[in-house]
């Protein structure tokens, strides 16, 4: 098993920006790819961002494309989002996730273990 827990969200305003981070617990965090997804009030749980297990591949859902960016520093177990130009269509819970592969997916169900989630809330 491995624990994860998100932090960095919060309120900001158009334009703005935040970092997430996700730190990791429990079994050995270099081995997995990791994802970020979201969810918006009455939404589906949707897939944001994946970074495979070294950092050298990242994939991204259309919508963040070119604003948003994952890395990892695996020294440290932690997984960020750094997520500029933020517009209020990206508010929501965000979820860190962990896959038990090396290689990025898009998938939900492709994840075997999720954070708790944190709010980022974008003010119009």
């Known amino acids: 098993q491995v624990q994860l827990v998100e932090s960095g969200g919060g309120l900001v305003q158009a334009g703005g920006s935040l970092r997430l981070s996700c730190a990791a617990s429990?079994?050995?965090?270099?081995?997995?790819?990791m994802g970020w997804f979201r969810q918006a009030p009455g939404k589906e749980r949707e897939f944001v961002a994946s970074?495979?297990?070294?950092?050298?591949?990242?994939f991204y859902a259309d919508s963040v494309k070119d604003r948003f960016t994952i890395s990892r520093d695996n020294a440290k177990n932690t997984v960020f989002l750094q997520m500029n130009s933020l517009q209020p269509e990206d508010t929501a819970v965000y979820y860190c996730?962990?896959?038990?592969?090396?290689?990025?997916?898009?998938?939900?169900?492709?994840?075997?273990?999720w954070g708790q989630g944190t709010q980022v809330t974008v003010s119009s």
């Open positions: 996730a962990a896959r038990f592969s090396t290689v990025v997916s898009g998938m939900r169900s492709r994840y075997d273990q």
């Open positions: 970074i495979n297990w070294s950092g050298t591949t990242t």
């Open positions: 429990g079994r050995t965090f270099s081995s997995y790819a």
